[in-house]
């Protein structure tokens, strides 16, 4: 699986996960944004960009303490559209998984 495809000035991320398990959903949340500014900065590009972002949860309970992380981690002025849904498919003590796409410069 490609972590990273641009294609016609659109650089897309796959789904980021965390590696540490079982932490908060803050910590988990906060490797996963890391871990997204650097793919979109090997492509070039920064969360400026962001286009859509969409979000899978463990559980909506989650909801409110993800989003103290991502209001903190979007540019004002920035904020990509999004979707939050509740995934069923997380592995084991991972709460949260990430997809962006972004603009090119």
Request: charge should be negative.
């Amino acid at each position: 699986m490609s972590q990273v495809v641009i294609a016609k000035e659109v650089v897309y991320l796959a789904g980021q996960v965390p590696d540490t398990a079982h932490v908060s959903v803050t910590e988990q949340t906060q490797e996963v944004l890391a871990r997204i500014d650097t793919l979109l900065e090997s492509a070039g590009v920064d969360r400026t960009r962001l286009l859509t972002a969409t979000i899978w949860l463990s559980d909506p309970k989650h909801f409110a303490e993800f989003n103290a992380v991502w209001d903190a981690w979007v540019p004002s002025g920035c904020a990509p559209t999004r979707a939050c849904v509740q995934a069923l498919l997380m592995k084991p003590g991972c709460d949260v998984e990430v997809a962006v796409t972004a603009l090119l410069a």
